[in-house]
């Protein structure tokens, strides 16, 4: 590189402006957690990632670290787009200064997909969360898409949705999903599901294999028996007019009904 384009180089980074409090990452703690939010995406300006990456390290070497090393940590990412790139960025950065990577709270169906296969618990959320009341909440229950998990739920991790949940592998002991809808977990359930932990006394928690250690249907709550017979067949959980059921799977929706007047599943006259 010769002397002229040097110099070009310094006159260009030296154009660049800080970045606005808007456009940084900043940190709180928050009692024994400490939170990071992500900045909104600036789509007008190339390079934005490493250009908050580098301005997040610089301050960090200024602020007060007043928490005990492996504090948790919660990173608020609001609408961005994370990789596994990118959160592993962000983990290697937590580490350096004690920090522990524990929850990461997200709008974007990616980004959850992303840290669930990371190993992270995750929250998703939508767009309107802030916005509406309890009284509300039945209204919007179906406005979220379905979060699709294709991979194991390790030990430790929970993911929380706005609808339902979907996973392609098996929930391991001490793993918790939780669903504002449906939990199908396409594998063996081993940990805690809760459908309708927002209310809905309609949802179902439907697996291949059922060995869970606490089933939760809105503000139910079941175990599974020790000795429950082993199954050959999926098996469906539910709310029934005396409580949480576990049904075979085969033909349920045909076999059974909801009733909206009484809140709760029963069996279709037909049969």
Known sequence: MTESEILEDKRELSALKPLSSKEQINLTKKGKIVIVSLPSVNKTEPNQWQRILDDFKIRLQKIDKSWSLGTKTHLQSYDRLLDTRQISELKGIFEQIGLSLDLIITR??????????????????????SLISSEEI?????????????????????????????????????????????????????????AG????????????????????????VARVPDNSPDQNMAEVAYISQEGIKIHSALNF???????????????????
């Open 197 to 220: 932990y927002m209310g809905n006394r309609q949802g179902l928690i439907m697996t291949l294999k059922l060995e869970a250690t606490q089933l939760r249907i809105a503000d139910l």
């Open 138 to 194: 039945p209204k919007i229950q179906d406005l979220a898409e379905p979060l699709y998990l294709k991979n194991t739920i390790r030990s430790g991790v929970e993911i929380c949705h706005p609808s339902s949940v979907i996973v392609l592998g098996d929930v391991n002991p001490g793993a918790t999903i939780l669903a504002s809808g449906d939990v199908f977990i396409w594998g063996t359930l081993r940990g805690i599901a809760h």
């Open 253 to 271: 929706l045909r076999l059974h009904d909801f009733i909206a007047s009484e809140n709760y599943w029963q069996r279709a006259k037909n049969f």
């Open 108 to 129: 974007r169906r990616q980004t959850a997909v992303a840290a669930s296969s990371a190993g992270y618990s995750v929250q998703q959320e939508t767009v309107t969360d």
